[in-house]
T-cell receptor, first 111, second 117 residues
Framework: GESVGLHLPTLSVQEGDNSIINCAYSNSASDYFIWYKQESGKGPQFIIDIRSNMDKRQGQRVTVLLNKTVKHLSLQIAATQPGDSAVYFCAENTGGFKTIFGAGTRLFVKA | GAVVSQHPSRVICKSGTSVKIECRSLDFQATTMFWYRQFPKKSLMLMATSNEGSKATYEQGVEKDKFLINHASLTLSTLTVTSAHPEDSSFYIC?????????????FGPGTRLTVL
């Protein structure tokens, strides 16, 4: 069935380095994608989103890239900080604004 | 920014009892709310879509008679886990969608940790 998934379950980076979290999606009809950050015991926190008519969008220290040809989404975090340690989910919006979450990647930032 | 609250944040109950979880949008009217459950180290699984003034739409495999959803107003949706059993223990998260700032962003609550003994 249609799904959103992630290539890597965990990612460990050195503080100050850049982080790249990848995601593959299979629903070619999806037109809106979101990255969320979830800290332990808390709800997901919106990071950045992108629509299918764009291939790149930048925020504060974060960039989302969308490659519709290969159905790939990535989140880049610049100058990763200890506070960035969390689980990151990519998600896609299907019709009716339902949000379907991917499996998640845990990011560890080493000081 | 938009805030969504959940109450309670944690609840422990005995098997067979019912538990009600509230989801409130604090500074905006939410025409649509969503309920998710999340098991440890797993992703969020959509349970149902709650629309104000109409019946909830449940995802495949979610028992509507077990997970009762009521969206009584534009700022409140409730999820009642009826006759709870240990396998219902999970992290329940709601989200609210409202036409804020012309975006499609959902705003998530902080979650409710349910433990059924």
């Amino acid at each position: 069935g249609e799904s959103v998934g992630l290539h890597l379950p965990t990612l460990s980076v050195q503080e100050g380095d850049n982080s790249i979290i990848n995601c593959a999606y299979s629903n070619s009809a999806s037109d809106y994608f979101i990255w969320y950050k979830q800290e332990s015991g808390k709800g997901p926190q919106f990071i950045i989103d992108i629509r299918s008519n764009m291939d790149k969008r930048q925020g504060q220290r974060v960039t989302v890239l969308l490659n519709k040809t290969v159905k790939h989404l990535s989140l880049q975090i610049a100058a990763t900080q200890p506070g960035d340690s969390a689980v990151y989910f990519c998600a896609e919006n299907t019709g009716g604004f339902k949000t379907i979450f991917g499996a998640g990647t845990r990011l560890f930032v080493k000081a | 920014g938009a805030v969504v609250s959940q109450h309670p944040s944690r609840v422990i109950c005995k098997s067979g009892t019912s538990v009600k979880i509230e989801c409130r949008s604090l500074d905006f009217q939410a025409t649509t709310m969503f309920w998710y459950r999340q098991f440890p180290k797993k992703s969020l699984m959509l349970m149902a879509t709650s629309n104000e003034g109409s019946k909830a739409t449940y995802e495949q495999g979610v028992e509507k008679d077990k997970f009762l959803i009521n969206h009584a107003s534009l700022t409140l949706s409730t999820l009642t886990v009826t006759s709870a059993h240990p396998e219902d223990s999970s992290f329940y998260i709601c989200s609210a969608y409202g036409d804020l700032e012309a975006t499609d962003t959902q705003y998530f609550g902080p979650g409710t940790r349910l433990t059924v003994l």
